[in-house]
């Protein structure tokens, strides 16, 4: 649906900010706010700084009458922590609760209440108790408190989806005491049914933005239907595409991270999934298991946390975060190794050979390519190399799993975050790419050598190859083989057929010993 597109694509990208007023819905969210803790930038960090600096900030709701914008606070907070399950937990209730409870001002009540708001299980059970006991000492809760204390409720779930499939909508409203909010999750079917964009906004405009959202895919052929969910199947979805986007975030780089766009005019993603998950506990629990993932979520957070655990009297190596994925029942394949910095030298030049497996006589092609080019690239120059018309599925088998357009059906995970020197970072190494899961056209490729770049020579290009590809759709290698014998013979009684089927007047056209490397690296020049 073209309202969204994934963040983490690194398209600068802005959010709206909730509001009486709707306009055209955003491009996307925001990721993480980049951390600029002493920590992180190689200083020394003081975490009782750190809890002063977020005892400060809660002044801002003080003067809210809004529960939500506690939440939205408490969210953005417990974000920072997400991915390092019990060792944030354990920061919490050893470290960042009692110390705020310490400060025993009205900022570092309603940060409690914040806190308490999103936090499940012990930390939040923790934070609410501190705050009881603040009272107790006379210090008094915000006027919202009462009213963050009132149950939510649900309103009618829908979900939209579009007829090829690639998007869905997922949206509700809830409402507590009086007050009324909506939240819109959009989830990218290319992308293993990852969680794309969160929307939050007063729930009176939820038919105009459902409205906007169906009218703006109106005239490019693709139908929007809508279905109205029960709860518990509203849950489900929303937890499984939120638990998508995590695997996929915690396979992000540091560098991956820093460099997403941050939005500045309200909470991004990761607070966003923080406070939707807690509204997901108002809604009946799905009878039917989670949905299995490729992948595990192993991302431990900004650096600063490990010196928070370390304040808190816990040991961060204690965390569930590290868990393999033969433990929760994934398939478990190698680790796939972290991206070449942006700061350091720029990566090699590969020469590959990519062959066409089976083909006789042998069909391949020698290319240079730089050796942190994304498999998505990979697979676009693959394919002008060959001449294929790339208009099939495809994927890459490697050791460390399979990659292609994502798809957890098939088991592929999203090609386009990796690059060649993760799935193959030495001299000799290995991995295959099919092109076409009905003719299955396989392409073993090598690294056979590791160069430096050239000053003016431009990447990727061709040095060699043998034999023309075979064309599209003729049956794979055994029915180019075929092709190829027909053709040659003008008495087949298939003959003309096969030309027609070429567009050629006559056999002369066809050349299955023809190739030129030149012409293969022009090609490549034309790529966007």
Request: net charge negative.
């Amino acid at each position: 649906m073209t309202p969204v597109s994934r963040s983490r694509r690194g398209k600068q990208n802005k959010q709206s900010k909730r509001s009486t007023r709707w306009s055209a819905p955003p491009e996307v969210l925001g990721r993480p706010d980049e951390c600029g803790c002493p920590s992180c930038s190689g200083g020394d960090f003081d975490p009782r700084q750190l809890i002063d600096e977020l005892v400060a900030a809660a002044g801002d709701l003080a003067g809210s009458d809004d529960p939500l914008d506690a939440e939205l606070m408490g969210a953005a907070f417990m974000s920072i922590g997400a991915g390092a399950g019990e060792a944030f937990e354990e920061a919490l209730v050893g470290g960042f609760i009692p110390e705020f409870e310490a400060r025993a001002t009205t900022e570092a009540q309603a940060l409690l209440l914040a806190v308490a708001a999103v936090a499940g299980s012990r930390a939040g059970k923790e934070a609410s108790a501190a705050a009881d006991r603040l009272v107790e000492a006379g210090v008094p809760r915000p006027g919202w408190a009462a009213e963050l204390a009132e149950p939510v409720t649900v309103g009618d779930c829908w979900r939209l989806v579009d007829s090829q499939h690639t998007m869905s909508v997922l949206a509700c409203s809830f409402r507590r005491a009086g007050r009324s909010h909506a939240i819109v999750l959009s989830v990218d079917h290319t992308d293993c049914g990852a969680a794309d964009n969160i929307l939050l906004f007063d729930a009176d405009q939820l038919p105009q933005v459902l409205e906007m959202m169906r009218a703006s895919d109106r005239g490019s052929g693709v139908e929007i239907t809508a279905e109205q969910l029960d709860g518990a199947e509203f849950r489900w979805q929303v937890e499984k595409a939120l638990d998508a986007r995590a695997v996929h975030d915690s396979e992000l780089s540091g560098d991956e991270m820093d460099e997403t766009p941050v939005d500045e005019d309200g909470p991004g993603y990761p607070a966003l999934a923080v406070l939707v998950r807690g509204r997901m506990t108002a809604l009946p629990v799905p009878s039917k298991p989670a949905a299995p993932h490729e992948g595990e979520v192993g991302w431990v957070g900004p650096a600063a946390l490990r010196t928070l655990a370390e304040f808190a009297g816990s040991a961060a190596g204690s965390s569930g975060a590290g868990r393999t994925a033969a433990a929760r029942g994934r398939t478990a394949v190698a680790a796939l190794p972290a991206k070449r910095k942006k700061s350091g030298q720029p990566a090699p030049v590969y020469q590959l050979k990519v062959g066409l497996r089976g083909a006789k006589p042998p069909i391949w092609r020698r290319l240079e390519v730089p050796a942190d080019i994304s498999l998505a690239r990979l697979h676009t120059v693959i394919q002008v190399a060959f001449g294929w018309d790339d208009g099939h599925m495809h994927a890459f088998e490697t050791p460390y799993g399979s990659f292609g357009v994502a798809d957890a059906e098939l088991g592929h995970r999203a090609e386009a975050p990796v690059t060649l020197e993760q799935v193959a970072p030495a001299v000799n190494s290995r991995l295959c790419s099919t092109y076409d899961f009905g003719d299955d056209w396989e392409h073993d490729i090598v690294v056979e050598k590791v160069l430096d770049r050239g000053d003016a020579v431009v990447y990727p290009r061709c040095t060699g190859g043998r034999r023309a590809a075979p064309p599209d759709d003729c049956g794979g290698v055994w029915g180019y083989a075929e092709l190829v014998e027909i053709l040659s013979d003008p008495d087949h009684p298939e003959h003309e057929d096969r030309l027609e089927w070429l567009g050629l007047d006559d056999a002369a056209g066809f050349d299955p010993d023809r190739f030129d490397a030149d012409a293969v690296t022009r090609a490549l020049s034309n790529l966007a």
